[in-house]
């Protein structure tokens, strides 16, 4: 995990500079495209609402949407058809990098179920000064072993999949995480589920 983490430092380095200075409004068609390992959504994709999100899992502010306003997005809007959602990885740090990969390499059902855990958990493996161990025993309920686990890690393409969405990410103008899109339109400040309601509304109007 620190030979890992060392790489993933000198290659998100690299590569964040060179979105960075490209940074422009979003093009409909190219915002649209999958990346390289396809989207991770929930919902209808024929919503009338899209919604997207860039997190990073080390991050405090897309722990506290996912664990104080996910649950009633998706229980309103998701479940009921209304907004088709899509989770693009910004890592911040190489340590959310490992994990992004880690959820990447899981069952693909249990995609959102990792996910959910990581942020749920995320005190115990995020800040802690040993976090190979913790995410491990975090994600072994999904099958992981220490073979898988140090498998996924040492795989340069899911490294290089999930950084090019994050760069094309910057591209599009992110900058810090949770940073959400709804029909194409990025959203600043704090996305409360009071919030949605109203910009969803106002979709409807329209």
């Not at 899509?86 to 992004?100: G, K, M, S, T, W």
């Not at 025993?137 to 890690?153: D, H, I, Q, R």
Request: proline share 6%; hydrophobic share 45%; charged share 20%.
């Amino acid at each position: 995990m620190r030979a890992f983490l060392t790489r993933a430092t000198v290659f998100l380095a690299l590569a964040a500079p060179l979105a960075a200075a490209q940074a422009q409004a979003p093009d409909p068609a190219e915002f649209a495209l999958a990346g390289p390992l396809g989207e991770k959504t929930l919902g209808d994709p024929n919503a009338p609402v899209t919604m997207v999100e860039y997190a990073s899992l080390t991050c405090s502010h897309c722990g506290n949407f996912h664990n104080t306003t996910f649950a009633a997005l998706k229980e309103r809007y998701i479940d009921t058809g209304k907004i088709h959602f899509i989770l693009r990885e910004f890592p911040l740090d190489p340590l959310a990098l490992a994990a992004a990969m880690v959820a990447r390499c899981g069952p693909e059902d249990d995609y959102f179920a990792i996910i959910d855990t990581m942020f749920t958990e995320q005190e115990q493996w995020a800040y802690v000064e040993e976090p190979a161990p913790a995410l491990l025993a975090l994600v072994g309920p999904y099958g992981f072993t220490e073979e898988s686990f140090g498998a996924c890690l040492g795989d340069q393409t899911v490294v290089e999949a999930i950084v090019d969405v994050a760069r094309r990410g910057q591209a599009f103008g992110v900058s810090g995480t949770p940073a959400f899109f709804i029909n194409g339109e990025k959203q600043d400040g704090a996305m409360t589920i009071e919030r949605i309601d109203s910009i969803v509304e106002e979709l409807a109007a329209e």
